[in-house]
């Protein structure tokens, strides 16, 4: 009967006392993520630079049309 209650009072005890073992987790990183990653964000970049630019030259062909017509 003793050794029913400590094994019960040491499976309840358990799930609120943190245990002393270190857990290391080593993080590795693939360099081919990574470079497709740098290419993707590059070529997102190069379309916005390009929205960008034909967005503003609508913008002035339309202002220039509405001001000098």
């Known amino acids: 009967m003793k050794n029913l209650t400590n094994s019960l009072k040491q ?3 358990s ?9 290391t987790t080593s993080r590795r ?3 081919n993520v990574l470079l497709n990653r740098v290419k993707s964000d590059k070529k ?11 967005a503003a030259s609508t913008g002035l062909i339309l202002f220039g ?4 017509s």
């Open 11 to 13: 499976k309840l005890t």
């Open 29 to 31: 990183t693939d360099i």
């Open 15 to 23: 799930k609120y006392t943190v245990s002393d073992t270190p857990q």
């Open 65 to 68: 049309l509405i001001v000098f």
């Open 44 to 54: 997102q970049e190069t379309r916005k630079k390009f929205y960008f630019s034909a």
